[in-house]
């Protein structure tokens, strides 16, 4: 099983300000990796596939990059909607895994 | 619109079972594979297995392996997930969720909450 590991787990930051999100696969997992955001007592929604493609809908500001093991989310600006809790998950194997989950606070 | 409408919460003695029901509109339902993914409180979300609407087949982790079903009624658009021998640790929201056609995980439901509790 693949093992995803999200840093940190806690980012404080203000509203227009970058954030950078880590996720570290134990294996390569290609370019087969997600991102989700999620809001407290809602579904995760899908922002970014294929490492680095966003999802329907989703605003520019939300970018991914990486291959293989790394990979990183970033917000380049955070507005006020944005902060929320930031999951990856791959679908390279199975079973398809998820990370623990970054929260993005307000600082 | 693309939706998936879920049933409503449960609340189970441990050492039954549960059955979820995911009816999806707005696509053709059997096109897409659904994947059945849970979250317990203040966890991140666990993907359970899938199951292709169309010829009925299944994929599911192991750790639910020999305890969970999942099934599908084309006829309605609909998909099932029945899980088996509920411990108190299957306490969570159980989504059913479609898979898109670039493998990632596009629409969720709106979540069913499963308490197991004596």
């Known amino acids: 099983e693949i093992v995803l590991t999200q840093s940190p787990g806690t980012l404080s930051l203000s509203p227009g300000e970058r954030a950078t999100l880590s996720c570290r696969a134990s294996?390569?997992?290609?370019?087969?990796l997600a991102w989700y955001q999620q809001k407290p007592g809602q579904a995760p929604r899908l922002l970014i596939y294929g490492a680095s493609s966003r999802a329907t809908g989703i605003p520019d500001r939300f970018s991914g990059s990486g291959s293989g093991t790394d990979f990183t989310l970033t917000i380049s600006r955070l507005e006020p909607e944005d902060f929320a809790v930031y999951y990856c998950?791959?679908?390279?194997?199975?079973?398809?895994?998820f990370g623990q989950g970054t929260k993005v606070e307000i600082k | 619109q693309v939706q998936l409408v879920q049933s409503g919460a449960e609340v189970k003695k441990p050492g039954a079972s549960v059955r979820v029901s995911c009816e999806a509109s707005?696509?053709?339902?059997?096109?897409?594979?659904v994947h059945w993914v849970r979250q317990a409180p203040g966890q991140g979300p666990e993907w359970m297995g899938w199951i292709n609407p169309d010829r009925g087949g299944t994929n599911y982790a192991q750790k639910f392996q020999g305890r969970v079903t999942m099934t599908r009624d084309p006829s309605i658009s609909t998909a099932y997930m029945e899980l088996a021998r509920l411990r108190s640790d299957d306490t969570a929201v159980y989504y059913c969720?479609?898979?898109?056609?670039?493998?990632?995980?596009?629409?969720w439901g709106q979540g069913t909450l499963v308490t197991v509790s004596s």
């Open positions: 707005g696509y053709s339902f059997s096109g897409y594979y």
């Open positions: 294996q390569s997992v290609s370019s087969y």
């Open positions: 998950q791959q679908y390279g194997s199975s079973p398809r895994t």
């Open positions: 969720v479609r898979e898109s056609r670039t493998w990632a995980l596009d629409y």
